[in-house]
């Protein structure tokens, strides 16, 4: 199975402070994700990227929010300026890109993020 | 737009008895429909999936699922529950039959296996 690395585990910030959250796949993941979920909650989507560019982006996806791929690598979410609302749970997730694949998700273990 | 429908918040089974845990969807198009278990803690895992093909599917752990059609569901299974199967069950639907659509969750249903 894909393993799929985020970090930091656990970041507590003060509200309007940046917060960039790291997603380490391994090689021939082609797709990539990121999920938040509210205190054990429903699982929401925020956005999905495809070869260095979004696909598609929720409501909840606001301009506070980005994502980038810098070297090919890392996948990053950014928060600009975090609100309280934003403490939850987010994952990365990605779709391998074997040919047997019919596009389940494998997901990281997740990286809590509490606002103060 | 897709969706998926878990009408139960929680359900408890004693240790060694049948489970399910129910889903129904709501698609345009052919569904394809998944299940994912999430233990405290962590990340969500890959149980099963229905893409096409025979109508129970056979996952991870001694899961199954059945597809029905004619009644929009995929409900979860397990013909004898382990206390370690406790954990939150996540139905899910991808939104398009593209394999990079994204998937959306359902609220998710609580399992407690007493022992």
């Known amino acids: 199975e894909p393993e799929v690395t985020q970090t930091p585990s656990h970041q507590v910030t003060q509200m309007g402070q940046e917060v960039i959250l790291r997603c380490v796949p391994i090689s021939n993941h082609l797709y990539f994700y990121w999920y938040r979920q509210i205190l054990g909650q429903k699982v929401e989507f925020l956005v999905s990227f495809y070869n260095n560019e979004i696909s598609e982006k929720s409501e909840i996806f606001d301009d506070q929010f980005s994502v980038e791929r810098p070297d090919g690598s890392n996948f990053t979410l950014k928060i600009r300026s975090t609100k309280l609302e934003d403490s939850a749970m987010y994952f990365c997730?990605?779709?391998w890109g074997q040919g047997s694949n019919t596009g389940e998700l494998f997901f990281g273990e997740g990286s809590r993020l509490t606002v103060l | 737009a897709q969706s998926v429908a878990q009408p139960e918040d929680q359900v408890n089974v004693a240790e060694g008895n049948p489970l399910t845990v129910k889903c129904t969807y709501s698609?345009?198009?052919?569904?394809?429909l998944f299940w994912y278990v999430q233990y405290p803690n962590r990340g969500l895992q890959f149980l099963l999936k229905y893409i096409t093909g025979d109508n129970l599917v056979k996952g991870s752990y001694g899961f199954e699922a059945e597809f029905n059609k004619s009644q929009t569901s995929f409900h979860l299974k397990k013909p004898s529950a382990l206390v370690s199967d406790s954990a939150l069950y996540f139905c899910a639907v991808r939104d398009g039959p593209n394999r990079d659509d994204k998937i959306i969750f359902g609220k998710g249903t609580r399992l407690h296996i007493l022992p």
């Open positions: 698609v345009s198009g052919n569904p394809y």
């Open positions: 997730a990605t779709i």
